[in-house]
Every structure is written in C-alpha cells, then in structure tokens.
C-alpha cells in the first residue's frame, strides 16, 4: 500500500496471526530528499513485502507536499509507489512498526531437494536465467571448478555463501552502479549488493533459482561498532518449494530481517529507481529493536531507546492477534 502525508495505518494483509510468536519489536525507515532541476519521477521500494519472520504492525510514508503519486504491485510481488516529483526539494520519509520473531534466518525450515527446472513454478524459472548484474553465464566454469564436487542443494548454497564471505573482501563505500557479479569475482572486493550478485549468480550456474533481496537488518544480538545503517542487500535460494535466505556479506544467521524488494538483480531491487534529472541529497536509513509501545511512526529518530546492538537478545511477551 502507498499512504501520504504521513498517515500511520495498520495493514489488513499485514495482521499478526497465531501461528509465529512475534515476541520483538523493529523500527525501520529511512528519510529521502531529491534535488529536481526539471522534470522527474520515481519508483520506490520502501514498504516491507509479506514474510514469514515480520509483520508490520504501523506504517507511515510522506510523500513530499502531497506529491502525485499511484500504486501497484510489480511481477515479484513488490508493493511499488510511483511519484512524480516537482521542481526543487522533494523530502520523502518512510517510518514503520514491525513485529518480528527472536529467530534466526530460515528458522522452521528444513532444506529438500532442488526441484529439476523442468518441474519448477513458471514464475520461479526466470530467476535460474543470467541477469544484468547475475551474468551466470560467464560464471559456469569457476563454479563447477570451486563447487562441482559438492552436494547439490543446500550444501552447495552454503558452500558458495562460505567462499565469498571468506574470498571476497568487504568495503564499505566502495560499491559502483555497473559492476556485475563476474566484475566482482576480477576485482575481489565490493559491498553488500556485490556479495548478493556474486552469490546469485553462482547459485544460477547450477539452475538452483536465486533472487537478489534489498531490505533492513537491525543488529539483533550482533554488535556493529562502526553503528552501518543501511539498506542491506542478500539473496534467497528456491529449494524444495521454499526460499532460503543465504547471506555471504555475513555468513551467518541474523534475527530481525526484513525483506523490502526482490528481483533478480538490483535493477527490480532498488529501493529508488530515478527517472529524470533528480538527485539524491540526503540519505538516511534506521532499523533497530525498540520495546514495544514506546515509539511511534513519526516519532524523532532516539537511538538510546534501542535494545540490539549487542550480543545479549532481548524479547517480549509475544504480539496478540490483530482485531479483523
């Protein structure tokens, strides 16, 4: 859904249910100004899609001064909002309340099979094909040379995830709007978008479908002292009729993600996507466990409030069931 002027709402499609123990509460957003000389437009991807782990409890986006702006969801289920921008400063702020579970990735999920891709969903076969940023193709050789002994499935996943945390250096700042998966492989260093290509694509090689992700990560019970917030970029692989979250940047399993967009590369997972001459000025992002009712969309920024960015994790008592 796409709200303006800031009106905080509690989405029907959104609803708790009984069957996950939400017991912690996120707040995630993220602030956008764009400088326009003439004539311009945006896509944007700022609204968590539906997930297994996290439910949005409050949502709020401000578009501006009312700017023109419609809604739509695109063919990987994304809930995107067009805006037509003005002249001059436009400021945008998306702020949400979200429910989640103290579990790690992939909790309550036991990998299967891979499904042969002649027995895949139509919609799931696209995301085994090489992308702009996912040129599998010029990958197949380096993958079966590193990862063709390896048992196919979740086992190759992991181990294509463990090589690229551990070969591929992480740099913050260092990321380039043209590089793809295979520039990333020759270079050998980039952030975490390239990580997320780089993973994608090895995976395609061996026609597992994978999906490149964009959404908010608070560090819950995982200590960032350099205090990133960002965007965070991963990938999803399909097993057995499942989507697997597999995260190379960190290698590790993470409490509290929250998927925005995916696509098969950063071209459907942008958070932003500009047409015209529009340029981002400001740039600000949030995601950090709160306790619940003591924030509220639209309240100032308070980072002494947050309870993660430790190794300890802090629950609650779990969310009730939303009234219809």
Same mark, same amino acid.
Not at 72 to 89: A, E, M, Y
Not at 145 to 156: A, D, L, M, N, S
Not at 176 to 204: E, K, M, T
Not at 240 to 265: L, M, N, S, Y
């Given at each position: 859904?796409?709200?303006?002027?800031?009106?905080?709402?509690?989405?029907?499609?959104?609803?708790?249910?009984?069957?996950?123990?939400?017991?912690?509460?996120?707040?995630?957003?993220?602030?956008?100004? !764009?400088?326009?000389?003439?004539? *311009?437009?945006?896509?944007?991807?700022?609204?968590?899609?539906?997930? @297994?782990?996290?439910?949005?409890?409050?949502?709020?986006?401000?578009?501006?001064?009312?700017?023109?702006?419609?809604?739509?969801?695109?063919?990987?289920?994304?809930?995107?909002?067009?805006?037509?921008?003005?002249?001059?400063?436009?400021?945008?702020?998306?702020?949400?309340?979200?429910?989640?579970?103290?579990?790690?990735?992939?909790?309550?999920?036991?990998?299967?099979?891979? =499904?042969?891709?002649?027995?895949?969903?139509?919609?799931?076969?696209?995301?085994?094909?090489?992308?702009? !940023?996912?040129?599998?193709?010029?990958?197949?050789?380096?993958?079966?040379?590193?990862?063709?002994? =390896?048992?196919?499935?979740?086992?190759?996943?992991?181990?294509?995830?463990?090589? =690229?945390?551990?070969?591929?250096?992480?740099?913050?700042?260092?990321?380039?709007?043209?590089?793809?998966?295979?520039?990333?492989?020759?270079?050998?260093?980039?952030?975490?978008?390239?990580? *997320?290509?780089?993973?994608?694509?090895?995976?395609?090689?061996?026609?597992?479908? &994978?999906? !490149?992700?964009?959404?908010?990560?608070?560090?819950?019970?995982?200590?960032?002292?350099?205090?990133?917030?960002?965007?965070?970029?991963?990938?999803?692989?399909?097993?057995?009729?499942?989507?697997?979250?597999?995260? *190379?940047?960190?290698?590790?399993?993470?409490?509290?993600?929250?998927?925005?967009?995916?696509?098969?590369?950063?071209?459907?997972? &942008?958070?932003? #996507?500009?047409?015209?001459?529009?340029?981002?000025?400001?740039?600000?992002?949030?995601?950090?466990?709160?306790? @619940?009712?003591?924030?509220?969309?639209?309240?100032?920024?308070?980072?002494?409030?947050?309870?993660?960015?430790?190794?300890?994790? #802090? #629950?609650?008592?779990?969310?009730?069931?939303?009234?219809?």
């Amino acid at each position: 859904m796409c709200y303006a002027k800031g009106m905080a709402v509690s989405s029907t499609q959104d609803r708790l249910n009984t069957s996950r123990q939400f017991d912690m509460t996120v707040r995630i957003g993220c602030s956008l100004s !764009y400088e326009v000389t003439g004539s *311009a437009s945006l896509l944007l991807n700022l609204q968590p899609r539906l997930g @297994r782990h996290h439910a949005v409890v409050f949502q709020a986006l401000t578009l501006g001064d009312d700017l023109p702006h419609k809604k739509f969801t695109d063919s990987h289920g994304n809930r995107v909002c067009q805006v037509r921008l003005s002249p001059g400063t436009n400021s945008l702020r998306h702020d949400a309340i979200v429910a989640v579970i103290a579990q790690p990735d992939n909790a309550g999920l036991v990998p299967s099979p891979p =499904v042969a891709p002649d027995e895949l969903p139509p919609e799931i076969l696209r995301y085994t094909l090489p992308s702009r !940023y996912c040129d599998s193709d010029k990958l197949a050789n380096f993958a079966w040379e590193k990862f063709g002994t =390896v048992e196919h499935g979740w086992p190759r996943v992991q181990a294509i995830s463990q090589w =690229v945390h551990d070969n591929i250096e992480y740099r913050y700042l260092s990321g380039r709007p043209d590089l793809s998966a295979w520039d990333i492989l020759q270079r050998g260093y980039g952030v975490c978008r390239d990580f *997320a290509h780089l993973a994608v694509a090895l995976n395609r090689t061996f026609n597992l479908p &994978a999906r !490149y992700v964009t959404g908010h990560m608070p560090d819950i019970g995982w200590p960032d002292p350099e205090n990133h917030m960002d965007f965070h970029a991963y990938a999803e692989v399909y097993l057995g009729g499942e989507w697997f979250t597999t995260d *190379a940047r960190f290698h590790k399993p993470r409490i509290g993600r929250i998927d925005i967009v995916c696509g098969q590369d950063a071209v459907d997972g &942008a958070f932003s #996507t500009i047409f015209g001459g529009a340029t981002l000025t400001h740039f600000e992002v949030w995601a950090y466990q709160v306790a @619940r009712g003591t924030v509220g969309v639209g309240d100032p920024l308070d980072f002494s409030q947050r309870l993660d960015n430790q190794w300890t994790v #802090t #629950t609650e008592a779990p969310y009730a069931v939303a009234p219809a």
